[in-house]
């Protein structure tokens, strides 16, 4: 099974911040890695697909790179919307693995 | 616009069975491979199980590997996870999944609680 480790697991940080979120995948998955928010209580929601594809409707502040074992998840400029939990996922192989998840906290 | 509205959680003993629907509406269903994904209490996401468009092929997590059947009816545009044998360790939000391609997820149902307890 591919491991998905993610750092950091809380991340305390303002608004207007430049934030990244690290993603490791145990083996190689290339670019098939996507990026969820969560929020308390609700569903998850997609933001990035195939490592660095925006989903339709997303705010251009949130952007994902890399590829290989290395992810990263950047958001520009840190709005109140976006304090939440953030998932990576990768599809490369069965069984599907998500990161254990990034708590995004306001500082 | 797409919806999907699970239904069928609730509290079992342990050794139990649930049977969990979810109700898809706002795409062509059998075009879509669908999946479980649930999420313990105060803790990540885990996949379960997935399911190709036409039904023809499955997928489990080892967790639920002979103890859980992953099906749809297309003509429903319902999917289903018949769960047998249940656990406390199956206490989770169960929420169901539609795949755009390749195994991400672009589409999720507002989840049901299982509980496993007795």
């Known amino acids: 099974d591919i491991q998905m480790t993610q750092s950091p697991s809380t991340l305390s940080a303002s608004v207007g911040d430049r934030v990244t979120i690290t993603c490791r995948a145990s083996?190689?998955?290339?670019?098939?890695l996507a990026w969820y928010q969560q929020k308390a209580g609700k569903a998850p929601k997609v933001l990035i697909y195939?490592?660095?594809s925006l989903e339709s409707g997303v705010p251009s502040r949130f952007s994902g790179s890399g590829s290989g074992t290395e992810f990263i998840l950047t958001i520009s400029s840190l709005q109140p919307d976006d304090f939440a939990t953030y998932y990576c996922?990768?599809?490369?192989?069965?069984?599907?693995?998500f990161g254990g998840g990034t708590k995004v906290e306001i500082k | 616009e797409v919806q999907l509205v699970e239904s069928g959680g609730g509290l079992v003993q342990p050794g139990g069975s649930l049977r969990l629907s979810c109700a898809a509406s706002?795409?062509?269903?059998?075009?879509?491979?669908m999946s479980w994904v649930r999420q313990a209490p105060g803790k990540g996401l885990e996949w379960v199980s997935s399911?190709?468009?036409?039904?023809?092929?499955?997928d489990y997590a080892d967790s639920g590997k002979g103890r859980f059947t992953i099906s749809r009816d297309n003509s429903k545009n319902t999917l289903y996870l018949q769960m047998n044998s249940l656990r406390a360790e199956d206490t989770a939000v169960h929420y169901c999944?539609?795949?755009?391609?390749?195994?991400?997820?672009?589409?999720w149902g507002q989840g049901t609680p299982v509980t496993v307890s007795s």
């Open positions: 195939k490592a660095s």
């Open positions: 083996q190689s998955i290339s670019s098939w």
């Open positions: 999944a539609k795949s755009r391609s390749g195994g991400w997820y672009d589409f």
């Open positions: 399911i190709s468009g036409s039904g023809g092929s499955t």
């Open positions: 996922q990768q599809y490369n192989s069965y069984p599907l693995t």
């Open positions: 706002g795409f062509t269903f059998s075009s879509y491979a």
